[in-house]
């Protein structure tokens, strides 16, 4: 269990590390680009993020976060199961969820835009200001899914 517990904690606070640093530097660099610029390198960085490491990062988590679910329900006595539901639950819900039901989507639209276009300006300039906010609250869930769950480790 320790293991596992150790697993969770680092996957997710390398995936908040990631993601922290989208927030503050990657996206705010990507937007001082021409919107022709800025389009091209997120459209590059969305294609290699796609890779065995970070994969297993953001998705391996998830699967270790769900096997701790699963065994604090079944055996909520156990006296950190408390913090690993809520740690897991963060990471699942606010960490992958998000990404699946906003950044993807918002990811897929640019990846088909012509960036040399008026709509590809305009929206770049909303996928800057939306991914960005999701990506916030990615961090901010997966950084405290990281503290809950590194207090579990505790016990």
Same mark, same amino acid.
């Not at 640019?110 to 012509?114: G, H």
């Not at 276009?117 to 770049?124: C, D, T, Y």
């Given at each position: 269990m320790f293991a596992l517990k150790l697993f969770a904690v680092l996957g997710c606070g390398l995936v908040a590390g990631v993601f922290f640093a989208f927030s503050t530097f #990657?996206?705010?660099a990507l937007a001082r680009l021409k919107p022709q610029e800025g389009i091209l390198a997120m459209q590059?960085? *969305?294609i290699t993020v796609i890779n065995p490491l970070f994969m297993t990062a953001l998705f391996g988590t998830a699967v270790v976060c769900l096997f701790l679910v699963i065994f604090c329900l079944l055996?909520?006595?156990?006296s950190a199961s408390i913090y690993l539901?809520?740690?897991?639950l963060l990471y699942i819900v606010g960490t992958v969820g998000v990404t699946i039901a906003?950044? #993807?989507p918002l990811n897929d639209a640019?990846?088909?835009?012509?960036r040399s276009?008026?709509?590809?300006?305009?929206?770049?300039a909303e996928y800057l200001? *939306?991914?960005?906010?999701? *990506?916030? #609250?990615r961090t901010i869930a997966a950084s405290a899914a990281t503290t809950a769950l590194a207090i579990a480790l505790r016990y």
């Open positions: #990657v996206m705010p590059s960085i *969305n055996k909520w006595h156990y539901l809520v740690g897991s906003f950044n #993807v640019l990846a088909k835009v012509d276009s008026a709509e590809g300006a305009s929206l770049w200001t *939306n991914w960005t906010l999701w *990506n916030h #609250v």
